[in-house]
């Protein structure tokens, strides 16, 4: 079973700054199989990120995918107040077919 | 513009079955993967398992002996039941289309509270 470890578990920052995400895998998988998604409180997830650095559509530029092997990053460029939520990477294959990372909340400072 | 709801009830006793139903709008049960994930309170995501429009099913292993995910193509809706649920099983339920690699729309989840 593939393993997804997300960092930091909390990360405070202010609007207009950047934000970096980490999602850890526990064995060397395709960025073709990583995803990112972004939860509101009381809303259902949202596709940010698939293939590891596609934008799904209507997905502003400021956010960016990246990462191979074992290590992905999440990058938001400059923060809106809207971008702070709870962040999810996400894998397919293996089994279970898709594993989810535990979050990472990006909070206001 | 695809549309994914759930319904079903928001308390089911322990011992019993859990029966959920997501019906689809805006799109045909062809291609995708329909998928059922859960959310218990404060914790993160966890995928229960899908059907594929040919009517193949994969489950996550840790509930396979309990999940059953169902279509009614005639009606546009695919359904979940959990047999033999206990508090574990509290959690907000979301349905959601797959493009097989990722999910890319979601119901708006519905809560489920496992309790006498």
């Known amino acids: 079973e593939i393993v997804l470890t997300q960092s930091p578990g909390t990360l405070s920052l202010s609007p207009g700054e950047r934000a970096t995400l980490s999602c850890r895998a526990s064995?060397?998988?395709?960025?073709?199989?990583l995803a990112w998604y972004q939860q509101k409180p009381g809303q259902a997830p949202r596709l940010l990120i698939y293939?590891?650095?596609s934008r799904a559509t209507g997905i502003p530029d400021r956010f960016s995918g990246s990462g191979s092997g074992t290590d992905f990053t999440l990058t938001i460029s400059r923060l809106e107040p809207e971008d702070f939520a709870v962040y999810y990477c996400?894998?397919?294959?293996?089994?279970?077919?898709?594993?989810f990372g535990q979050g990472t909340k990006l909070e206001i400072k | 513009q695809v549309q994914l709801q759930e319904s079903g009830p928001g308390l089911v006793k322990p011992s019993e079955t859990l029966s959920l139903t997501c019906t689809v709008s805006?799109?045909?049960?062809?291609?995708?993967?329909w998928s059922w994930i859960r959310q218990p309170p404060g914790k993160g995501l966890e995928w229960i398992g899908y059907?594929?429009?040919?009517?193949?099913?994969n489950y996550n292993p840790s509930l396979k002996s309990r999940v059953t995910i169902s279509v009614d193509t005639s009606k546009n809706q695919f359904s979940l039941k959990v047999r033999s649920v206990t508090a574990a099983d509290t959690a907000v339920y979301y349905c959601?289309?797959?493009?097989?690699?990722?999910?890319?729309?979601w119901g708006r989840g519905t809560p489920v509270i496992v309790s006498s």
């Open positions: 959601a289309r797959a493009m097989q690699l990722h999910f890319d729309y």
């Open positions: 805006g799109d045909s049960f062809s291609v995708h993967y």
């Open positions: 059907m594929y429009y040919t009517g193949t099913t």
């Open positions: 064995q060397s998988v395709s960025s073709s199989y």
């Open positions: 293939g590891g650095s």
């Open positions: 996400q894998h397919y294959g293996g089994s279970p077919m898709y594993t």
